[in-house]
């Protein structure tokens, strides 16, 4: 990911991907998204070709206004609903979700192809459906982790202690709230 300058919305950078000029000019908006099934964001998302020392880069993000509506502030947690989308039964719309955030990132997400980016959205929709399907829970506002893989800072929250395995210490909070969950069960 990298910085990158936008003079409508401060910190709106989206997706970056290079190549080369006529790749630059075969790359319409309206086909990299298509390659998704979101042809109908085009009209959302604005195309920037900038000329670099190796080629081209293609900037792809949504248009200030749009970002605004769907994620005030950039705000993305609420998108699902705002754009009234079941990510849990409906794949494509987890795809959706997926490109309309990296769409309003506010740092680029830089690829070296069109099929770079296609696979890293197809890799972020693969790790949601695969967490969901994990019975860890790890709540960051509940205060309990056991004490000899966990320390809590005021200012950062849970930080696992110098020297802990993180495999370990995420094993040992799980099997604690399966000890409780079946002892409250009993």
């Known amino acids: 990911m990298q910085n990158c300058e936008s003079t409508d919305l401060p910190g709106l950078c989206g997706v970056q991907i290079r190549a080369t000029a006529d790749q630059a000019a075969a790359h319409s908006t309206l086909q990299v998204l298509t390659a998704f099934g979101l042809q109908d964001l085009a009209p959302h998302v604005d195309r920037e070709i900038t000329p670099v020392s190796d080629g081209f880069t293609l900037r792809l993000h949504l248009k200030p206004q749009t970002a605004n509506q769907w994620a005030p502030h950039l705000n993305t947690l609420a998108l699902s609903q705002t754009l009234q989308l079941d990510t849990w039964r ?97």
Request: proline share 5%; net charge neutral.
């Open 90 to 186: 409906r794949p494509d719309d987890l795809t959706r979700e997926v490109v309309v955030a990296m769409l309003m990132a506010p740092v680029a997400h830089a690829f070296p192809s069109v099929q770079e980016f296609e696979s890293a959205v197809r890799i972020r929709c693969n790790v949601v459906r695969a967490a969901r399907k994990t019975s860890l829970a790890f709540h960051t506002s509940e205060a309990e982790r056991p004490l000899d893989c966990w320390i809590y800072d005021d200012h950062q929250g849970f930080l696992l202690r110098p020297g802990a395995s993180l495999v370990n210490a995420l094993v040992t909070h799980h099997a604690s709230l399966d000890k409780r969950t079946h002892a409250s069960a009993g």
